[in-house]
């Protein structure tokens, strides 16, 4: 205040319009929070086709008109109201709610804020219909008549007209309706089988036909974030319990400097959730480039009781009643299917991958689709050859120095006995050249020869491999030595000299009381030496030159957020990395043609064997269709 009173000014009910003002606040924030609002309403409303119109970015005018239920003509009074519904009556409903929207808050807030126009018809008779605004202080209701086809289309112009505060945080016009976008992008991969259309200025943006084929779905995701997106990514689908996840994961090799391709849809609402992503980086983190973010498009369905949607006024977060299975089953699913990067023969060549789908669409399991607004389609795995080949020569010459370096470290009396064996693998039996039968020949062929002492050259059915020997090597000891310590005797442990004393927050000492076990199995342990001291007593033998505060602080923040943790695993691994390195055959040592055969034969043994330890692509093919066009052949 800005006056000295002497007293307090009396309490008052605010006017409606200012209550609904300050509301908006929570969901309001851009031209993109109310496309995405309207947009659920519109999904909620059983629609089949979506249109969003939008003009100047979003700031005069956002419209969206579906062909849903409708609203009854008594209705529509109320769908302006503030804590009016029609999609929960009561707190169960709350608990098991599937519609996107249940607060009833979101017309009531954007026409405070803006000139906003609904107009209706619950008919089958397009003569029908009626346009509703809401006016004043009171924010009271006009109805009159206004024909529309059945569903419904809702206008708002003007958007923070009357809160030119708010209206001086808008951006340009371009970067608003990049926001806009992208709420758009997200819905649209909400459901495949709801028709969509974007448009600016009267431009179309995106023309979005409903999907019931794996092909169509497909097409739909490579136009609203690239043909690279999904000629790049893999089909997953898995399944425990009353979990189910299915989507698109990115190869490692197309991983992106931002976070920015990653959709996670929770029983089809997308979220940001840290427990998911923290699941999805862990699960990555062996086959990442360092510093590198995968992309994905991923669906999780659970029963909706087990989720609580209800704890973030815009619910792009969600809570997981069980959030340590949540975690478990995403971190597995992922992890497995990256383990099955290798080179095998689903690996479709090149030419098939990157030409338009021509192939007749599979046929829809419509009842599911429309149920869970996600798409079946095969799993399959895609090397396209050229590109790859492409993007790793130019990728070659920034990451060659490091691949000297680490070849040049000097080894560790550790990685010497790692060397040993590496040399043993390759040294395998022999490999007989194939008689002429290209169809029996192994995914990646037989080894030709040895380009500079760095690549090997090996023919397949579909043409050309090239294999980076060193980076391959490394994968195959890694993935050896992780199988061998896993199988062997799980970890060693080893007590401290000196047990290491840790000023600890209350949280860490009750994270420590509450994760007992859990911290045990892990080698590591940690006693409550007083309400803010911890002494580690104990790490895993491996880790013994680890720096114990470290590990014991991000173990216990993992711990106490997610109910788990990685970081014993992740650093162990990070050493066996490291020895894989120094043990493996190194570029310059020849390698006869029996040795390079039984490495091509261990990569295609060997799980996430197409990316070296440090995320680089460890082969690619050339086909002979790649090769002709090369050389202008047939042209
Ligand atoms: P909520 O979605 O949380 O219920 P809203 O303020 O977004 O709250 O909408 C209020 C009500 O108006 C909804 O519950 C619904 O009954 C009705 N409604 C809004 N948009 C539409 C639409 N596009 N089609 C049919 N009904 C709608
Ligand atoms: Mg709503």
Not at 553 to 577: D, K, N, P
Request: charged residues 25%.
């Amino acid at each position: 205040m800005s006056e000295t009173t002497s007293a307090m000014p009396r309490i008052h009910v605010l006017d409606p319009r200012l209550a609904n003002q300050i509301a908006a606040g929570e969901v309001v924030e851009r031209p993109a929070s109310v496309t995405k609002e309207l947009i659920e309403n519109a999904i909620d409303a059983g629609s089949q086709r979506i249109e969003v119109d939008i003009e100047a970015g979003g700031a005069r005018l956002i419209k969206v008109r579906d062909d849903g239920v409708g609203i009854g003509e008594q209705d529509l009074p109320l769908a302006l109201a503030r804590h009016a519904t029609s999609k929960i009556d009561s707190l169960e409903d709350l608990e098991g709610v599937s519609s996107l929207g249940f607060r009833g808050e979101a017309l009531a807030s954007i026409s405070s804020v803006s000139r906003l126009e609904l107009i209706s018809n619950a008919a089958d008779d397009p003569r029908q219909g009626w346009r509703v605004v809401a006016e004043g202080r009171g924010m009271e209701t006009r109805v009159t008549p206004a024909p529309h086809p059945r569903g419904t289309s809702v206008a708002v112009r003007d958007l923070f007209f009357n809160t030119p505060a708010r209206r001086k945080f808008l951006r340009t016009e371009k970067t608003e309706f990049a926001h806009v976008e992208e709420a758009f992008r997200r819905q649209a991969l909400s459901r495949y089988d709801i028709a969509w259309t974007l448009r600016h200025n009267q431009k179309v943006v995106h023309q979005l036909p409903a999907s019931h084929s794996s092909s169509a779905s497909e097409r739909r995701i490579a136009s609203l974030l690239g043909n690279n997106f999904i000629e790049h990514a893999r089909y997953i689908e898995r399944e425990a319990g009353a979990l189910r996840l299915s989507g698109w994961v990115g190869l490692p090799t197309h991983s992106r400097a931002q976070a920015d391709q990653q959709y996670f849809f929770v029983n089809g609402r997308v979220v940001r959730d840290r427990l998911v992503a923290h699941a999805v980086r862990q699960a990555y983190r062996d086959v990442l480039y360092n510093g590198r973010h995968p992309v994905f498009v991923l669906y999780l369905t659970l029963d909706p009781d087990v989720v609580d949607v209800n704890v973030h006024p815009t619910k792009h977060e969600v809570r997981f009643r069980d959030g340590r299975m949540v975690h478990d089953f995403l971190y597995s699913s992922l992890h497995h299917s990256l383990a099955d990067a290798r080179p095998n023969d689903g690996d479709t060549p090149e030419v098939a991958a990157s030409e338009p789908a021509t192939a007749e669409e599979a046929p829809a399991d419509t009842a599911r689709w429309q149920q869970q607004g996600m798409a079946l389609a095969p799993s399959s795995d895609r090397h396209p050859g050229g590109e790859r080949v492409r993007r790793f020569m130019q990728g070659y010459q920034a990451l060659h120095p490091d691949h000297e370096e680490t070849l040049l470290t000097p080894q560790t009396g550790a990685s010497h006995k790692a060397s040993d064996e590496a040399h043993g693998a390759v040294r395998e039996a022999p490999v007989a050249m194939p008689e002429a039968d290209p169809a029996s020949a192994p995914p990646l062929g037989f080894a030709l020869g040895q380009l500079h002492g760095v690549y090997i050259l090996a023919q397949n059915v579909h043409g050309l491999i090239l294999v980076d020997m060193h980076a391959a090597h490394e994968r195959i000891v890694y993935e050896r030595m992780k199988t061998q310590l896993a199988a062997t005797r799980g970890i060693d442990t080893q007590p401290l000299l000196v047990p290491v004393s840790l000023a600890a927050s209350h949280a860490e000492v009750a994270t420590v009381e509450s994760e007992r076990d859990a911290i045990a199995k892990l080698g590591v342990e940690l006693d409550v030496a007083g309400p803010e001291t911890l002494l580690v007593r104990q790490l895993p033998a491996m880790l013994a030159q680890a720096d114990p505060e470290a590990l014991v602080r991000e173990m216990l923040e993992e711990l106490a957020r997610f109910g788990r943790t990685h970081q014993v695993e992740a650093r162990i691994h990070e050493l066996l990395s490291t020895m894989a390195c120094h043990g493996s055959v190194r570029a310059n040592r020849r390698l006869t043609l029996d040795e390079m055969n039984a490495l091509l034969r261990d990569m295609e043994r060997t799980e996430r064997s197409d990316q070296c330890n440090h995320g680089r692509p460890t082969w690619t093919q050339m086909d002979m269709n790649a090769l002709d066009r090369l050389f202008m052949r047939g042209k």
